[in-house]
Each structure stands twice: as structure tokens, then as C-alpha cells.
């Protein structure tokens, strides 16, 4: 069987299937890490949570109810909360990380970037143009 004649039936399988998101990369990152475990430990209880991972993330690739697997991984991000940057990009969050300094506004809540190094700054909040002190 030829390399694209492969890529069309897989294509044509995973049509109308969910596909990976950030709690599918979150299971197979956990099963890999077991599996890394397992490698030194050598004990059947790891190798099955290695292995239930890995049924799980191919479980939520491959299923069709795409309503349910998109609440479950909006629930799972806001769990996770500030680490779904890291999840979902880890190259860029770690880019902006030090690049820039993120602040909240003292009246609304919003989040503010300023870059790092500038020392003490006045920043104005784009949302409700309320201005507070920052060290950038």
C-alpha cells in the first residue's frame, strides 16, 4: 500500500471524529511518562496506568460524539487554568514568558502585558483605562 493511499483512508476514518486536544496531549504526555516509570520500575500497576492513558487518549481521538469530548476538554481547561498556555503552545508560553511581564488590573480584572526590563512603569489598562503602577 502506497505512503498517500494510507494518509487518504486514515483521512476518510478520522472524518467527523474528534482528533487531539489539549486533555488527549495531556493523557499521552501522562502515558509516556509512565511508560518512562515503567522502564525503571518494572512494575505491572504502572504498565496498566501507562496502558489505560493510552486507551483513553485513543478513546477521545476516535470518538464521534464531539459535543461531549468538547465539554470534557473545556472542563479539563478550566481546571487547568493558567497551564493551558503551556499545554497547548509550550514554545511560545515560554517565549512570552520572557519576553513580558503580565499584570492585572487592580479594578476590572483584565490582564496587561508590558515587556520586561522597562523597570517601574504606569500602566493604563485597555479595558476600563484605569492607570496603576507596575515593575516590569
Given amino acids: ?21 489539549e486533555l488527549t496531549t495531556c493523557s499521552l504526555w ?3 511518562i509512565f511508560i518512562v516509570i515503567n522502564i ?9 496506568v501507562a496502558i489505560a492513558f493510552l486507551a483513553y487518549a485513543w ?3 476516535s470518538s ?3 459535543s461531549d469530548r468538547a465539554d470534557e476538554n473545556q472542563h479539563f481547561l478550566s481546571i ?24 492585572q488590573c487592580p479594578t476590572c480584572g483584565q490582564k496587561v502585558r508590558v515587556p520586561r526590563g522597562k523597570g517601574n512603569v504606569r500602566v493604563t489598562c485597555p479595558k476600563c483605562h484605569t ?3 507596575a515593575k516590569a
Fill in 1 to 21: 500500500m502506497a505512503q498517500g493511499d494510507f494518509n487518504r483512508k486514515m483521512s476518510d476514518w478520522m472524518r467527523g471524529r474528534n482528533g487531539v486536544d
Fill in 64 to 66: 464521534k460524539k464531539l
Fill in 40 to 48: 525503571f520500575a518494572r512494575n505491572m500497576v504502572v504498565s496498566l
Fill in 80 to 103: 487547568v487554568g493558567p497551564l493551558g498556555g503551556w499545554l497547548r503552545d509550550p514554545k511560545g508560553a515560554w517565549t512570552e514568558a520572557r519576553t513580558y511581564k503580565h499584570f
Fill in 131 to 133: 492607570k496603576f503602577d
Fill in 59 to 61: 478513546f477521545r481521538m
Fill in 30 to 32: 501522562l502515558a509516556l
